[in-house]
């Protein structure tokens, strides 16, 4: 079985901290992905990955960055956590031609 | 114009009934399609993958119009167990973006 494993299911952080999501996969796919749910707006792509250390802005990537120094681990990194970054954090991996697996998901609250 | 719309719902049917939902997506450039079921607070998991001559598994049908660039999921004699958001999912670009619909809520009654 595929395995996508989040760091954290729960987080809690002050506003203006650096907080780090981490993702790592087992099943050596190529591509990586962060979204974020929020109630209404379905999942929105922030950022993902087609290979290490390459990365692609998604639709909403202000305020995030992300690191894939390997192929098994992608980062999402909140360079200063603000209020409205409060969020279900899902992150995703798939093969080429494959459908994608989830994480659990980080539910991260930002006070 | 969002890449991937569908109709937020909530559907709300009685068991046994027959259900579709559609999606529409903007890029005629997608290249693939899915459908993803995400129970509450769970994280979404395959449904199953659209094809162009259309697929079924089960009381599932799923179909691909190219022409007129929308999917759709047909569910026959629903169950209280198909309550869930179901998601679409288009795939675009040689970098692969993965760009789902909003989710379309459904709830099964008795």
């Known amino acids: 079985d595929v395995k996508v494993t989040q760091s954290s299911r729960y987080l809690v952080k002050r506003t203006g901290e650096k907080v780090f999501l981490e993702c790592v996969q087992d099943m050596d796919h190529e591509n990586m992905f962060w979204y974020r749910q929020d109630p209404g707006l379905g999942l929105r792509l922030i950022y993902f990955?087609?290979?290490?250390?390459?990365?692609e802005k998604g639709d909403i990537p202000e305020g995030y960055s992300v690191s894939r120094e390997k192929k098994e681990r992608f980062s999402l990194i909140l360079e200063s956590a603000s209020t409205n970054q409060t969020s279900m954090y899902l992150c995703?991996?798939?093969?080429?031609?494959?459908?994608?697996?989830f994480g659990q998901g980080t539910r991260l609250t930002v006070v | 114009r969002k890449e991937v719309e569908q109709d937020p719902g909530p559907f709300n049917v009685p068991e046994g009934a027959t259900v579709a939902f559609n999606c529409t997506y903007s890029?005629?450039?997608?290249?693939?399609f899915f459908w993803y079921r995400q129970d509450c607070r769970k994280e979404p998991k395959l449904l199953m993958s659209?094809?162009?001559s259309g697929n079924e598994d089960g009381r599932f049908t799923a179909q691909l119009n190219r022409a007129s660039q929308y999917i759709s999921l047909l569910i026959r004699d629903s169950k209280l167990s198909d309550s869930a958001t179901y998601l679409c999912?288009?795939?675009?670009?040689?970098?692969?973006?993965?760009?789902f619909g909003t989710g379309t809520r459904l709830q099964v009654t008795l």
């Open positions: 990955s087609y290979d290490v250390k390459m990365k």
């Open positions: 995703a991996s798939r093969s080429l031609d494959a459908e994608a697996f």
């Open positions: 999912v288009g795939i675009t670009g040689t970098a692969s973006k993965l760009t």
């Open positions: 659209v094809y162009s």
């Open positions: 890029n005629s450039a997608s290249q693939s």
